[in-house]
């Protein structure tokens, strides 16, 4: 099945391509981003395989409808860069993946707040200048504090387990309440609670119309002062300009994210000679207690492999007119 991949980079090209061995799809490799301007570029192509910042919104569906696309492969768990309600008037199948190395977004998640929290990222700058000082470089025993988890799926849970073996208390907040978070001393909270005992807070919940800026200058007027915030889910979870304000008053003690509200111009390139026009982040990055990384959390070798390994599945299914197990439900 002929499939224009959009957005590969190296990583895809060799992954996707030693899933693809047995299946035979004929796959066509494209560096550039999915939009009205690159569409024409899948002509010819059944399906289309994309990633978080192609863009599949109705005009670039209708588009690809037109030149006889049939299926979308996301390579991604998250959905919204896709007008799924298009893509169902226009006839197009979308499949994601839902499932890989949970433990590979949640050990991350664990990554940012010890490297935040003890500066690792700052002392590692200063000792590669031979500067071996201390001062600035202190932080705090995560044994003994109390860390929110707001999402308590799979990611979640993981991180949960992890900060459990920290000696941390646990205390949640999720539509869905799971007696395996609470089989490990977490004890669920509304939102506001949480916030206002929480020594850490991560997120692990999808964006969604009720989620969108969960942490905005409400809540992180709410925060418990000095809070440390992560976030390895989606941007829109956290309202950025809020965090600014928040970390220059000194109500928001850290930041540690893996993505960005606005992060479609800027992530999985390279801009390092460049002007980068996004002032929000250029203040974000400015901060001594902020790390900022490029939607990374999900890049092992183990989740890469399994989300390689599904998409080529949808798509050998999806060619034999079988169920789609993957596919993307409507509204």
């Known amino acids: 099945m002929k499939t224009a991949v959009f957005s590969a980079r190296r990583y895809d090209k060799t992954m996707l391509a030693l899933a693809n061995q047995d299946a035979g799809h004929e796959l066509l490799f494209l560096e550039d981003r999915l939009d009205t301007s690159t569409a024409l570029l899948a002509q010819g192509c059944d399906a289309v395989c994309v990633f978080v910042n192609d863009n599949l919104d109705a005009g670039v569906l209708a588009l690809l409808a037109a030149q006889g696309t049939r299926l979308v492969a996301t390579r991604s768990t998250g959905v919204n860069h896709i007008d799924a309600d298009a893509a169902e008037r226009l006839g197009i199948a979308v499949v994601r993946v839902t499932d890989y190395s949970p433990h590979s977004v949640a050990e991350f998640a664990v990554g940012l707040l010890l490297a935040v929290n003890r ?32 999402g308590t799926g799979k990611i979640g849970l993981i991180f949960a387990r992890i900060m459990a073996g920290f000696g941390c208390t646990l205390v949640g907040h999720d539509p869905c309440p799971t007696p395996a978070f609470e089989a490990l001393g977490g004890a669920y909270l509304g939102v506001d609670a949480l916030l206002a005992c929480s020594d850490v807070v991560s997120l692990h919940c999808p964006l969604f119309e009720d989620t969108h800026h969960i942490v905005g200058a409400a809540a992180l007027a709410r925060l418990k002062r000095g ?92 060619e034999r007119g079988q169920a789609l197990v993957n596919r993307l439900p409507h509204a």
């Not at 500066?119 to 705090?140: H, P």
């Open 119 to 150: 500066k690792i990222a700052r002392a590692s700058v200063r000792t590669r200048d031979g500067n071996f000082e201390l001062d600035g470089l202190m932080g705090f025993d995560l044994h003994d504090k109390t860390v929110g988890v707001i």
């Open 227 to 318: 809070c440390v915030l992560v976030n390895t889910s989606r941007g829109g979870l956290v309202d950025t300009e809020a965090a600014v304000q928040a970390l220059k008053s000194g109500q928001l003690g850290g930041l540690a994210i893996d993505v960005y509200e606005q992060e479609a111009p800027l992530f999985f390139q390279d801009l390092s000679s460049t002007v980068i026009l996004d002032d929000v982040i250029q203040r974000v990055v400015s901060f001594p207690n902020v790390i900022v990384t490029g939607h990374q959390a999900f890049f092992t070798h183990e989740a890469i492999g399994q989300i390689m390994r599904t998409t080529i599945e949808s798509i050998s299914a999806f």
